[in-house]
């Protein structure tokens, strides 16, 4: 067995690696940038740019992967991923990864995608009843590579999932993002101002969601399946927990008092019954770490 990871130099990438490695997986990690600052040893990572024409042909006649992991794509918000064309080419370039994969022997692709694939109405997220509308281009294209993925499987014969990862957090995450930037302004004894704090969300630990698309990638289940914890938490609450954990005087303001989003939770009856994945972080642990490793 030789895994091909994509995007394995990522938030979620670093720690999908790092349960392969602890199950004794072989995996090579293909990345765009040099190997300079990435836990990956030198033997076990590729600097590739997929985005290149030829570049994923290439790279699975040269290494010939029984299984492929691919997280790889354009995920950079401030080149705004979310409007990005950028996430056209990554649409291609994924289904040219299939073709070749296929072609060079391939026996299983784990793709991962993204919550926002689902209607924005819709709260609990089923893989099977709720209807895929995204409004964001990003989302469109995820879903868009969701159906190529599955058409790819039956018609060159081997098998897929596609993951759908809710919201994560965890050690490693971007400094830009709420968590990290809520630690540092914990510490620093700074107020912070959040938009959103009556919004509701899906939140996992990105160490039990490597987890879960790690055994994904290893079971013989197929289709859709989601990423997430099942349960939604109010903004203004996990900002409050953390500054708990953290035991640290908190100095939050929000911008809204309410709100008429519907709470974004996953439905994980296909992760836990079929599966059978147990997470093994804690929301209140999930966050200490987070403060810690800021």
């Known amino acids: 067995m030789r895994v091909l990871l994509t995007g394995g130099t990522g938030f979620l990438g670093r720690h999908t690696y790092a349960t392969l490695c602890a199950l004794g997986v072989e995996s090579i990690v293909c990345g765009r940038a040099e190997n300079t600052t990435f836990p990956v040893p030198a033997k076990a990572y590729i600097q590739c740019d997929l985005l290149a024409e030829t570049a994923v042909s290439s790279l699975c006649a040269r290494l010939r992967p029984s299984h492929i992991l691919h997280l790889a794509w354009c995920t950079d918000a401030s080149e705004g991923y979310w409007t990005s064309p950028e996430n056209l080419r990554w649409l291609e370039t994924t289904q040219r990864l299939m073709r070749a994969f296929a072609v060079a022997g391939g026996r299983r692709f784990v793709g991962v995608g993204t919550g926002v694939e ?24 995820k879903l868009a590579c969701a159906n190529a993925l599955m058409a790819h499987a039956a018609a060159l014969s081997f098998s897929a999932v596609w993951c759908r990862p809710f919201y994560l957090l965890g050690p490693g995450e971007a400094p830009h993002r709420l968590i990290p930037s809520t630690c540092r302004a914990l510490q620093r004894g700074q107020s912070f101002h959040c938009l959103n704090g009556e919004s509701i969300f899906d939140y996992m630990d990105v160490r039990d969601a490597a987890s879960a ?21 109010r903004i203004r609450e996990l900002l409050t927990l953390l500054a708990q954990v953290a035991d640290m005087p908190s100095n939050f303001t929000y911008a809204n008092a309410q709100t008429d989003s519907p709470p974004v939770i996953a439905s994980i009856r296909r992760l836990r019954e079929e599966l059978g994945f147990h997470p093994r972080f804690s929301l209140s642990q999930s966050l200490f770490d987070c403060y810690r490793d800021t």
Request: hydrophobic share 40%; proline share 9%.
């Open 118 to 141: 689902y209607i924005p109405t819709a709260s609990p997220r089923d893989e099977l009843h709720t209807p895929t509308v995204p409004d964001s281009l990003y989302g469109k294209t």
């Open 213 to 233: 698309i790690v055994q994904l990638l290893l079971a013989d289940i197929s289709g859709v399946v989601n990423i997430a914890s099942g349960s939604g938490i």
